[in-house]
């Protein structure tokens, strides 16, 4: 079995002037994630589920992945990602291109 190297190196993402976000250069889905407070748009619980969504199908399919988090100009939000080696990121992306329509959070990444 051939062993990957997974690269957590991130890129700002800027929405605008003042706010933005990181996100790892070799990502292949994310969901945001607002804690579990009864007003929280992006419910903890189902950040975690959706994304383990995402890590079932590699699993599935001997795709080696890390769960990563990253910060975002919002204090009250992290963003979760899941990232893989970077030559099998387009193979991931694509097991994955439909599941965001199943989902509420999760997200494909570029």
């Known amino acids: 079995m051939k062993t990957y190297k997974i690269n957590t190196k991130t890129k700002y993402i800027k929405t605008d002037g003042w706010r933005g976000y990181e996100q790892p250069i070799n990502a292949i889905a ?3 994630n607002t804690g579990n407070f009864s007003d929280s ?3 903890e619980s189902v950040c975690l589920s959706e994304l383990d969504m995402v890590k079932k199908i ?5 795709i080696p992945y890390k769960l990563i988090w990253c910060e ?3 204090v009250f939000c992290v963003h979760g990602y899941i990232v893989v080696p970077g030559l099998l990121k387009k193979r991931a992306k694509k097991l994955i291109q439909d599941l965001p329509a ?3 959070l999760l997200y494909l990444c570029d």
């Open 30 to 32: 994310g969901a945001n």
């Open 41 to 43: 748009p992006c419910p």
């Open 58 to 62: 590699m699993l599935q399919n001997d």
């Open 72 to 74: 975002s100009s919002n």
């Open 102 to 104: 199943q989902t509420e």
